[in-house]
């Protein structure tokens, strides 16, 4: 096992993975400011409403962004986008707004208006764009925040295959959603060519599984051993957990669930993270510890593959499973046994 011979304790880790810039802000700040960041001022012009499936050609030339915020409607972002697509030749005049691909807002949160946006507040990830195209939407359009070419749903879909990695053509692909519960909210961020992309929702169902088990105070001390960047079990700690275990094979989305356990310190009442051991690699076989808090709630992260977790980790009450749509998990079941209880998301 990698063990350094010097825990890290309190290492400051808040930095961007990305593009290492101040992309990351605590937990406090973004919610605090939540309301306020995506409403039209007084002097916004209106929604423009243009026509997703409509072709390039028929469109307005540009949409010009409010004289009073300088910010901008979605419509208006995508436009520029296309425009840009077209001049490289990577669309042409019959393409639509949805053929630009899809915009990830920075940060994620349930609107029942559409957003006006301000600088560096947009990744878009789509099929059929290039390195050229991607630097100059970064230079010209200020909202953009970040340009991903996909090839697929990112991250590791079973494990023993190659995890799929999207291509970061150009500035940063870190983006945080803020997750609500019954219990409060949490920010969790996501980079977003290296791991699966999924919305939050209000009610989403998943939460609602989460919120009974805690209303029943089944999560007592819990396993998320599917953790990706770390939502389930960082809502189990915010839901009063005493011991919350998060493992997850893809390097990646342990090294999100560290961010996220730092940018949600307060919130959590965590008091001390330490940082014991260093990954072996991008995929995780044996479990290694690779960070450990302390405060209200004991949280250990593992980088790992789940049906070695136990080999190291102490079992728990409650052991949650939450796999892609389709894959395969009785192999992980069986391992997770000797928790006493074990839910399948
Ligand atoms: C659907 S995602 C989890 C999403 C996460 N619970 C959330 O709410 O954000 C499934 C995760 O399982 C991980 N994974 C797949 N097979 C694994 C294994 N054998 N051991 C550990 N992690 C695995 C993937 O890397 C991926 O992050
Ligand atoms: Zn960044
Ligand atoms: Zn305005």
């Given at each position: 096992m990698a063990k350094s011979k010097i825990p890290q304790r309190d290492r400051q880790i808040m930095k961007c993975p990305a593009c290492e810039n101040s992309c990351v802000k605590n937990a406090e700040e973004i919610i605090a400011s939540i309301e306020q960041r995506y409403l039209a001022c007084q002097s916004c012009p209106p929604e423009p409403n243009l026509d997703k499936t409509g072709p390039f050609k028929e469109q307005p030339k540009r949409l010009e962004r409010c004289d009073s915020c300088q910010r901008a409607t979605l419509d208006a972002v995508m436009l520029d986008c296309l425009r840009i697509l077209v001049e490289h030749g990577l669309r042409d005049a019959r393409d639509t707004l949805?053929?630009?691909?899809?915009?990830?807002?920075?940060?994620?949160?349930?609107?029942?208006?559409?957003?006006?946006?301000?600088?560096?507040?947009?990744?878009i990830i789509g099929e059929r764009l290039?390195?050229?195209?991607?630097?100059?939407?970064?230079?010209?359009?200020?909202?953009?925040?970040?340009?991903?070419?996909?090839?697929?749903?990112?991250?590791?879909?079973?494990?023993?295959?190659?995890?799929?990695?999207?291509?970061l053509l150009a500035g940063c692909d870190l983006r945080a959603d803020i997750i609500q519960s019954l219990f409060g909210e949490l920010v969790i961020y996501k980079s977003q060519s290296r791991i699966h992309?999924?919305?939050?929702?209000?009610?989403?169902?998943?939460?609602?599984?989460?919120?009974?088990?805690?209303?029943?105070?089944?999560?007592?001390?819990?396993v998320d051993g599917l953790c990706g960047p770390g939502t389930l079990g960082l809502m189990c700690a915010l839901a009063g957990a005493k011991r919350v275990v998060l493992n997850d094979a893809w390097l990646p989305a342990v090294q999100n669930t560290l961010l996220n356990l730092e940018v949600?310190?307060?919130?959590?009442?965590?008091?001390?993270?330490?940082?014991?051991?260093?990954?072996?690699?991008?995929?995780?076989?044996?479990?290694?510890?690779?960070?450990?808090?302390?405060?209200?709630?004991?949280?250990?992260?593992?980088?790992?593959?789940?049906?070695?977790?136990?080999?190291?980790?102490?079992?728990?009450?409650?052991?949650?499973?939450?796999?892609?749509?389709?894959?395969?998990?009785?192999?992980?079941e069986r391992a997770c046994n000797c928790c006493k209880e074990l839910v399948i998301i």
């Open positions: 949805r053929s630009v691909g899809m915009p990830l807002i920075e940060v994620g949160y349930p609107l029942a208006y559409s957003p006006r946006l301000g600088p560096r507040s947009l990744i290039n390195k050229d195209a991607a630097k100059e939407m970064l230079e010209q359009i200020p909202e953009i925040k970040g340009v991903i070419l996909s090839r697929g749903i990112a991250g590791m879909r079973e494990y023993g295959t190659k995890p799929l990695e999207n291509e992309i999924e919305f939050s929702r209000q009610s989403a169902p998943k939460m609602k599984i989460l919120e009974q088990i805690c209303m029943q105070g089944r999560h007592r001390e819990v949600n310190r307060q919130i959590l009442g965590i008091e001390v993270i330490e940082y014991p051991e260093t990954p072996l690699g991008a995929v995780g076989s044996e479990p290694v510890l690779m960070g450990h808090a302390r405060g209200a709630c004991e949280i250990e992260v593992y980088h790992g593959d789940l049906s070695k977790l136990f080999l190291r980790a102490r079992p728990a009450g409650l052991c949650l499973i939450d796999h892609f749509p389709g894959s395969k998990t009785a192999e992980m």
